[in-house]
């Protein structure tokens, strides 16, 4: 034991042979200081000791810090860092108090305060690699990414075997998409400590991301095995199962995340996503909001619960969690792209377009920002800086039918047929079982006067499902109040966006036979009732235009 040991259990001694209170008779006050009691049991005794508030300095100081130690086995937060400020009072110079201090208040999200007592410590002794890593933590979950990295390669420069400081890096890595500096750094830190379960967590996040779904829940696994309390692990696999669409096991993984830390705002956001994507908005949402109460600048959770609204035709809510989003953070791309989405529903394709600019002035790689600028042209009149959005989505990913159909579709309202046929031509060759490509190419093959290819195309489309209806109205088979029938679904929102379908290509059917007025009904039906993130009710109002109606 050392002399600093030694010279605090002399000063609790002190204390407790200084009690004499006997509202206290059945508390036993030399338990703060006794080996194997429970939390409740030392709190209690270091609490008489500190009341009592007699003997030497030190001696109360261990009490404080003892005390402060249970509170934080039992996750109160706030009483700890009560308790290890009173310790910081006895003592300024005492850095472990303020590294407690601040790793109690990064718990309970004062992240300021927390990058205050790091800062106190890293000044009373520059050379400790685990404070700059600590600090690092914090500024990541501050969304300072700059600060976080200059934090973790401070702690690698003054400790090249701190693992935990290679941990923090990687993270880093990841979050900037840099995956094979983030994988190599996860591999230096269990190259030093193969048991660290965190890093296998983050190497496994860095796969995910990167598409190595594989090795990243091998990962998973291997983490939850050396350590099966660790509620990350859970919530990161549940990610991986949601990219595999099992959403049962993935939510059964957030599930057991929660349970073992119902605090983490993280894990109610990973299960709202896994819940969204399985078409339970409203159960998304409560998991947003619970997520909010916990970390109310959580710029995910907004960014979540915005998209949800959106889904749910609130774009006013929308727009208004976006706000907060990017308020929190700043570079949040897609909160730039959701709420351009939502101004272009509002109507308001100007700040829609401010918003994808600003996106990809983020980044210049994004598509869904360049596409989604591409439908605020649109929506302006301006094709041609509609089409030259989706020429630069097409260089970015050369393989994507639905852009090829998009721009195809573009080329159409341009009047540009022979360039729509080829782009819609394109598409049907990358996925020739997309049913829709095949009626926009038939549509526009019978405007240019070209012959029908939609009979041959019937032999790779599943003609069992929607739209297999609207294409058997095309052929002849059918017509649109059989297809209008057919729509019907027990879900009200596929019956709303078969309904749309239906009126659309019901209406160019019309416009192609000269039944102008019948055609102008049609489409006035789906401007008013399709989805207005639907393709179909953005053309319809082209249709219209074109016609001489006013929308």
């Given at each position: 034991?050392?002399?600093r040991?030694w010279a605090?259990?002399?000063?609790?001694?002190?204390?407790?042979?200084c009690f004499?209170?006997?509202g206290?008779a059945?508390?036993?006050p030399?338990?703060?200081l006794?080996?194997m009691?429970s939390s409740d049991?030392?709190?209690?005794?270091c609490?008489?000791?500190?009341?009592t508030?007699?003997?030497?300095k030190?001696g109360?100081?261990w009490?404080y810090r003892?005390?402060?130690?249970e509170?934080?086995?039992k996750?109160d937060f706030?009483?700890?860092?009560?308790?290890?400020?009173?310790?910081i009072q006895l003592?300024p110079e005492d850095?472990y108090?303020?590294?407690?201090?601040?790793d109690?208040?990064?718990?309970?999200?004062?992240f300021?305060?927390?990058?205050?007592d790091?800062?106190?410590?890293i000044?009373?002794?520059?050379?400790?690699?685990h404070v700059?890593?600590?600090?690092?933590?914090?500024?990541?979950r501050k969304n300072?990414?700059?600060?976080?990295?200059?934090?973790s390669?401070r702690?690698?420069?003054?400790?090249?075997n701190d693992?935990?400081a290679?941990?923090s890096?990687g993270?880093?890595?990841?979050?900037r998409?840099?995956?094979?500096?983030?994988i190599a750094d996860?591999?230096?830190a269990?190259?030093?400590?193969?048991?660290d379960a965190g890093a296998?967590?983050?190497?496994?996040?860095?796969?995910e991301?990167?598409?190595?779904?594989?090795?990243?829940?091998a990962?998973?696994?291997?983490?939850?095995?050396?350590n099966?309390?660790?509620?990350?692990?859970?919530?990161?696999?549940?990610s991986?199962y949601?990219?595999?669409?099992?959403?049962?096991?993935?939510?059964?993984?957030?599930?057991h995340?929660?349970e073992?830390?119902p605090?983490?705002e993280?894990?109610?956001v990973g299960?709202g996503?896994v819940?969204?994507?399985?078409?339970?908005r409203d159960?998304a949402?409560?998991?947003?909001?619970r997520?909010?109460?916990l970390n109310p600048r959580?710029?995910?959770?907004?960014?979540?619960?915005?998209?949800?609204y959106?889904?749910k035709?609130d774009?006013d809510r929308?727009?208004?969690?976006?706000?907060l989003?990017?308020q929190a953070?700043?570079?949040?791309?897609y909160?730039y792209v959701?709420?351009?989405n939502?101004y272009?529903?509002k109507?308001?394709?100007?700040?829609a377009?401010?918003?994808?600019?600003?996106?990809?002035?983020?980044?210049r790689?994004d598509?869904?920002?360049?596409?989604?600028?591409s439908?605020?042209y649109?929506?302006?009149g301006?094709l041609v800086?509609?089409?030259a959005d989706?020429?630069e989505?097409?260089r970015?990913d050369?393989?994507?039918?639905?852009?090829?159909?998009a721009?195809?579709?573009?080329?159409l309202h341009?009047?540009?047929?022979d360039?729509?046929?080829?782009?819609l031509h394109?598409?049907?060759?990358?996925?020739p079982r997309?049913a829709?490509?095949?009626?926009w190419?038939?549509?526009?093959?019978?405007?240019?006067s070209q012959p029908?290819r939609?009979?041959d195309?019937t032999?790779?489309?599943d003609?069992?499902?929607?739209p297999?209806?609207v294409?058997?109205?095309?052929?002849?088979e059918?017509t649109?109040e059989?297809v209008?029938?057919?729509?019907q679904?027990s879900d009200?929102?596929?019956q709303k966006?078969?309904?749309?379908?239906?009126?659309?290509?019901?209406g160019e059917?019309?416009?192609?036979?000269?039944?102008?007025?019948e055609?102008a009904r049609l489409?006035?039906?789906?401007?008013?009732?399709?989805?207005?993130?639907?393709?179909?009710?953005?053309a319809?109002?082209?249709?219209?235009k074109?016609?001489?109606?006013?929308?």
């Amino acid at each position: 034991m050392t002399r600093r040991q030694w010279a605090a259990v002399a000063g609790v001694a002190a204390l407790t042979l200084c009690f004499a209170s006997p509202g206290h008779a059945q508390v036993d006050p030399a338990k703060c200081l006794a080996p194997m009691v429970s939390s409740d049991e030392r709190i209690a005794a270091c609490t008489i000791v500190i009341e009592t508030g007699r003997g030497p300095k030190i001696g109360l100081a261990w009490a404080y810090r003892l005390r402060a130690r249970e509170y934080l086995k039992k996750q109160d937060f706030n009483h700890a860092a009560a308790d290890y400020s009173q310790v910081i009072q006895l003592y300024p110079e005492d850095r472990y108090a303020y590294i407690a201090r601040a790793d109690a208040n990064s718990y309970l999200k004062d992240f300021d305060q927390a990058i205050a007592d790091y800062d106190q410590a890293i000044r009373l002794d520059p050379g400790d690699s685990h404070v700059y890593t600590r600090r690092a933590l914090v500024y990541f979950r501050k969304n300072d990414f700059d600060r976080a990295f200059s934090d973790s390669a401070r702690a690698i420069e003054l400790n090249p075997n701190d693992e935990q400081a290679y941990v923090s890096r990687g993270t880093v890595f990841s979050q900037r998409g840099e995956f094979e500096h983030a994988i190599a750094d996860y591999d230096h830190a269990i190259g030093i400590n193969p048991k660290d379960a965190g890093a296998y967590v983050g190497r496994g996040a860095a796969l995910e991301r990167s598409g190595q779904i594989d090795r990243a829940m091998a990962d998973y696994d291997h983490a939850i095995e050396l350590n099966p309390q660790d509620e990350q692990a859970y919530a990161n696999r549940g990610s991986a199962y949601s990219r595999r669409s099992e959403f049962e096991r993935a939510i059964a993984d957030y599930n057991h995340a929660i349970e073992l830390n119902p605090n983490d705002e993280r894990a109610y956001v990973g299960r709202g996503t896994v819940l969204q994507r399985n078409g339970q908005r409203d159960r998304a949402i409560a998991d947003y909001d619970r997520a909010i109460e916990l970390n109310p600048r959580d710029p995910y959770a907004h960014q979540d619960r915005g998209i949800a609204y959106f889904r749910k035709d609130d774009a006013d809510r929308a727009i208004d969690d976006f706000d907060l989003a990017i308020q929190a953070d700043p570079n949040l791309k897609y909160s730039y792209v959701w709420r351009g989405n939502a101004y272009l529903v509002k109507g308001d394709p100007d700040r829609a377009v401010a918003d994808y600019d600003k996106a990809i002035q983020i980044d210049r790689r994004d598509k869904q920002a360049y596409a989604g600028r591409s439908n605020a042209y649109k929506a302006k009149g301006d094709l041609v800086h509609a089409v030259a959005d989706y020429d630069e989505v097409i260089r970015l990913d050369p393989k994507s039918a639905h852009s090829y159909r998009a721009r195809g579709i573009l080329q159409l309202h341009a009047g540009s047929f022979d360039k729509s046929l080829a782009d819609l031509h394109q598409s049907l060759e990358l996925d020739p079982r997309d049913a829709y490509t095949a009626l926009w190419r038939e549509i526009v093959a019978r405007r240019g006067s070209q012959p029908s290819r939609l009979a041959d195309t019937t032999a790779q489309l599943d003609m069992t499902k929607w739209p297999a209806p609207v294409v058997r109205m095309f052929l002849g088979e059918t017509t649109p109040e059989a297809v209008l029938a057919a729509a019907q679904d027990s879900d009200p929102q596929v019956q709303k966006s078969q309904r749309c379908e239906a009126n659309f290509f019901a209406g160019e059917l019309a416009l192609q036979r000269g039944s102008k007025e019948e055609a102008a009904r049609l489409f006035g039906l789906a401007a008013t009732d399709c989805p207005k993130t639907f393709i179909e009710w953005s053309a319809a109002n082209v249709e219209l235009k074109a016609l001489g109606t006013n929308p």
